[in-house]
């Protein structure tokens, strides 16, 4: 048996276990790369951006699936948690799968942390397991509090403060259904067409190429597909977040009423292109806090107790301050405070495990498919170098 | 008139929902759907669930009787269906509960480790079956690369015009080959629909007439 018929017969056993590298060493070790964003998943963040802080003005998060799609499309449901709860986005979540229930509330917990002082009922609402989705779809066009009844608490919904401005799909005017299957093609036939709810979709990248029809078509809004739409989610998430133009006013302000007035956010390529924006996103631990020289006078202005060991730590590098928070020690912890701590951490823009998750993944994803061409592009050499001896013979 | 009536009751719901899809009248909208169909469809989905839970133990406990092949495995089933229940009512289904805790650290690994295995399978595939045999396949697998390289970021550094080409592949040849498979299905439903409407089609009886 010649070298090119060893190919050919290859045991798969060698394949996998390649294959389990490609994977597990890019997971274990993970490195800084850029996705690049594609439209149908800047439209959907824009579209959920455009609420911010309106009390007439929700989303609703359809979680169609159960554990065995998580490690797609979990990542994508937390990167949207997150953008919401960021901008003050009213999110009301349900799913027509009873193994969907535990995943709402997992990924609400996730959240959480991040932002520990949402509310159920206030900022966010979870109905839960609804059966029947058909029936509710149609249903909640009309009224949703009459629709769905109560929460996955068992309080009516009538009660909460969260359904203050909101009656049906003209306010809960955005849904994201989450899938591995086409349950998403229910919304886009009934609910867009008889009350003109906008839909987008996070699914497997396997089912992703069913629904470019309707994207293109204009009856999903947006799309999030498979492991790297969560990635360029999760990304824009973090950039925006952290981005700062110059020329706005980011303070929040309030209105005559008390209502929060949230600031518009610029959102363009170019900041995404920006090389200080691809610092926003890194997935790299980070440890260093970074100023300029006015944005540390008034960092450290407003603990002057603490100035002393502020400018202890204080290093220059590249013209920029900067604070490096592997260099506090527990005595210095306990002397500045949980409450500095937290803030220097968070100047940091360390992101924690969970919130980049996909983009940890697609460097698996990575290596994985350049594997796979490998694999393909080695399978045929084999195939024709051993087709060609056979002629020849 | 054993097939009579099942017959007549599928033409009539069919045709109360054509009603219902295309008329915004008060009494198929209101009457109809929200006061008699909806309250009808949240009573009956908890009496469907346990038939389901009841067909599924009568599967297995007959499994278990006759000594079918692969019965010890009905034991798990039981096993793991009573656990749950339990840990779910007396426990709750909060984080902190133990209802939560095996979601988080059995369910969700071993259900995205059997996911995962598609991962390993396709690279098997891909070596062992993906090959340029005749043209069709050659472009089938030059289209496979380059929308699998443009989706990660390795591949954007290969080539920044991989994501456009990849793009147009998408937009162009796998949508025109997607439509004219969706107005096939498309054109399908709607005759089989008539076809059981109209009373034509009516295999779904069983009998074979």
């Avoid at chain 1, 949703?144 to 068992?154: K, L, V």
Wanted: hydrophobic letters at 45%; glycine letters at 6%.
């Amino acid at each position: 048996m010649n070298i090119f018929e060893r190919m050919q017969k290859l045991d798969r056993r060698w394949i996998y276990i390649v294959v389990a590298l490609a994977i597990i060493i890019p997971l274990m070790i993970p490195y800084d790369s850029d996705n690049v964003t594609t439209p149908p998943t800047e439209n959907l963040y824009q579209m959920i951006d455009s609420f911010a802080g309106r009390e007439d003005r929700a989303i609703l998060m359809s979680f169609y699936h159960d554990a065995a799609t998580m490690p797609e499309l979990f990542p994508m449901e937390v990167a949207i948690l997150r953008h919401a709860f960021e901008r003050k986005v009213k999110v009301f979540a349900l799913t027509w799968y009873p193994a969907g229930a535990p995943i709402i509330d997992y990924a609400l917990n996730s959240v959480k942390e991040e932002f520990p002082d949402i509310q159920s009922g206030v900022d966010y609402c979870n109905f839960g397991y609804k059966p029947q989705a058909f029936a509710m779809i149609m249903g909640m066009g009309d009224n949703i509090a009459n629709t769905m009844n109560t929460d996955a608490e068992g309080r009516k919904l009538e009660n909460l403060p969260i359904m203050k401005g909101i009656n049906n799909y003209s306010e809960l005017n955005l849904v994201v259904e989450f899938s591995g299957s086409v349950a998403g093609m229910t919304w886009i036939t009934y609910a867009r067409p008889k009350f003109g709810l906008n839909v987008a979709t996070g699914v497997t990248a396997v089912m992703a190429a069913d629904y470019y029809p309707y994207l293109q078509s204009g009856q999903m809004i947006g799309m999030l597909s498979g492991l790297k739409g969560a990635a360029e989610y999760e990304k824009l998430v973090d950039v925006f977040a952290a981005y700062r133009d110059p020329v706005i006013d980011y303070r929040i302000t309030e209105d005559a009423e008390g209502n929060q007035i949230l600031p518009g956010r610029p959102f363009g390529r170019e900041i995404l292109e920006d090389e200080a924006s691809l610092d926003l996103s890194k997935i790299t631990t980070q440890t260093l806090a970074k100023f300029t020289d006015e944005q540390y006078l008034s960092f450290s202005a407003k603990y002057p107790e603490h100035l002393a060991l502020l400018n202890s730590l204080r290093e220059v590098q590249d013209g920029q301050v900067v604070i490096d928070v592997t260099k506090i020690t527990p005595e210095m912890r306990n002397e500045m405070g949980e409450f500095l701590y937290r803030e220097l951490n968070q100047l940091t823009r360390n992101t924690l495990y969970k919130f980049k998750v996909a983009r940890i993944g697609m460097n698996a994803q990575s290596v994985a498919h350049i594997m796979i061409i490998l694999f393909i592009v080695i399978g045929n050499v084999g195939y024709f170098i051993q087709k060609a001896r056979e002629v020849k013979n | 008139m054993k097939k009579t009536v099942p017959l007549l009751i599928v033409i009539l719901g069919g045709l109360i929902f054509v009603a219902w899809a295309f008329s915004p009248h008060y009494i198929i909208q209101e009457v109809f759907y929200n006061q008699f169909y909806l309250p009808w469809v949240y009573a009956s989905t908890g009496f469907a669930a346990l038939l389901g839970v009841i067909s599924l133990s009568m599967m297995h406990s007959s499994k278990i009787k006759r000594k079918a092949p692969k019965w010890q495995y009905s034991y798990f089933f039981f096993a793991s269906f009573v656990i749950t229940s339990l840990a779910g009512f007396i426990g709750g289904t909060q984080k902190g509960g133990l209802l939560m805790w095996m979601f988080e650290n059995m369910q969700m690994p071993m259900s995205a480790t059997m996911f995962s295995l598609l991962a390993f399978y396709m690279a098997s595939a891909a070596y062992k079956a993906f090959r340029a045999r005749s043209p069709e396949a050659t472009v089938l697998l030059l289209a496979a690369i380059v929308v699998m390289l443009a989706q990660v970021p390795l591949g954007v550094k290969i080539s920044k015009h991989l994501p456009t080409i990849s793009q147009w592949i998408l937009d162009v040849p796998n949508l025109a080959s997607k439509r004219g498979i969706m107005l096939g299905v498309g054109l399908g439903s709607v005759a089989t629909s008539l076809k059981i409407l109209l009373g034509i089609e009516r295999s779904y009886l069983g009998g074979g007439d």
